[in-house]
């Protein structure tokens, strides 16, 4: 056994009314001014506003920049950074999903390093830790509260820059189940196989270890639970709740132990065509996890098909257990609302060879069981394009 690295200290609140404890925390921390980093429904529907509130009550002062889209671009990121400097802000908050929460992160990383966000694509690149950041998470999906990992569209090339860096780390995270009663049925779903995706990645990649299994088992049993109900019926607290764990505790398996193609692959096609990260994972997934699927990683897969409890799992071949795996990812993704394929995402096959190319050169790739050429990936997208039939 290697010799095992693993990063969780964020601070972490979780339940109905979970917002209420970070006002004493914020206190005890001496938070002064901070800005708030959200998109325009969670400003205009008073959400940013909520959280403001108890800012106010540790005492603090605030702004607001709301201005945060899916898939946030480096000019996002710059005008934050602008707003930052100019009102002298000692912590970030981050109120949405992996959206806010990731831009907060890029901010952070370059006040405290100075230079441009580009500077820190790649592994481990910048110096020394951010400024604080609280994560008041409104979805159930990225896990980006509790990982060192953020993602930044460069919207110029049409692709995502995947930063892995320690130091990016939030400082305090809040999951607050009264902000993700009001999802959508649509978002709930895309976040909810995010999730899953990153549970089934940090388990088949080549740095999982036994802890980060413990967390991503458990994650994947939990969303083949919860998730559907969640998507049926926004108000099921119980689902609710269940899945803002699982998306955490996946969040902790793949910061530690890492992602790989299917993630890989979704940044350059949501990079490319601006489509939601977890649909273009969703899609993604049975076809990698095909590919990946071999005698090496057979071990693995069974750990998987014993979590998503299918029958026999213990006793199945090699063979079964990695079909049976792949067919209850595309069992689970219909059930729930996905597209099937990449054709209905208006994704064109021309473009393959260039998501390739994006593709191979991703930090996430270097994790995946298997190291894919180019042309295997590119024949993964012309697969996914299509659809299992
Ligand atoms: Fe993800």
């Known amino acids: 056994m290697e010799a095992i690295r693993m990063e969780a200290v964020t601070t972490s609140f979780f339940g109905y009314g979970a917002i209420n404890l970070l006002s004493s925390e914020l206190k005890k921390r001496g938070a002064k001014r901070a800005l708030i980093v959200t ?24 702004a607001i920049y709301y201005l945060v889209q899916p898939n946030p ?3 996002v990121v710059n005008e934050c950074i ?3 400097k100019a ?8 109120v949405g999903g992996g959206s806010s929460i990731d831009t907060s992160k890029a901010v952070s990383i370059v006040l405290a390093n100075g230079g441009n966000v580009e500077d820190y694509e790649g592994i481990d690149k910048s110096g020394k830790a951010g ?14 509260e509790v990982t060192t990992f953020y993602i930044v569209t460069d919207a110029k090339r049409h692709s995502k820059m995947c930063m892995v860096d320690k130091n990016c780390k939030v400082t305090i995270a809040v999951n607050d189940t009264q902000f993700m009663v009001g999802m959508p049925k649509g978002l709930t779903a895309a976040t909810g196989m995010d999730a899953m995706t990153h549970a089934v ?10 802890l980060t299994d413990k967390d991503a088992l458990w994650a994947i049993r939990t969303i083949k639970d919860y998730l559907p109900r969640a998507v049926l019926n926004g108000n099921d607290l119980e689902a609710r709740d269940q899945m803002a764990y699982a998306q955490y505790v996946a969040g902790m398996a793949f910061s530690n132990g ?10 350059s096609l949501g990079g490319m065509y601006n489509l939601p990260h977890g649909i273009c994972n969703a899609v993604l997934l049975p076809h990698v996890m095909r590919f990946n699927g071999v005698n090496k990683t057979a071990a693995n897969f069974k750990k998987i098909a014993i979590a998503l409890q299918i029958p026999n799992a213990k006793q199945m071949s090699e063979r079964e257990v990695i079909t049976k795996s792949i067919d209850y990812m595309i069992h689970l993704s219909k059930e729930v609302g996905i597209t099937q394929n990449l054709a209905q995402l208006k994704a064109n096959p021309e473009d393959f060879e260039n998501l390739g ?13 298997i190291m894919p050429t180019k042309e295997e990936v590119v024949k993964v997208y012309h697969e996914a394009y299509q659809g299992f039939i």
Request: hydrophobic share 45%; charged share 15%.
């Open 73 to 75: 671009t480096v000019e």
């Open 201 to 210: 990645e940090a388990v088949l990649s080549n740095k999982s270890n036994p």
């Open 357 to 369: 190319t994006l593709a191979i050169k991703d930090a996430c790739m270097q994790d995946n069981p």
């Open 82 to 84: 602008n707003a930052a």
């Open 87 to 94: 009102l002298d802000i000692d912590w970030l908050v981050a």
């Open 258 to 267: 890492g992602l790989g193609m299917v993630h890989a692959m979704a940044h």
């Open 131 to 144: 400024i604080p950041i609280v994560a008041v998470n409104t979805t159930a999906g990225t896990g980006s």
């Open 39 to 62: 998109d325009q429904f969670l400003y205009e529907s008073g959400v940013a506003n909520k959280v403001g509130d108890v800012l106010l009550t540790a005492n603090m002062e605030y």
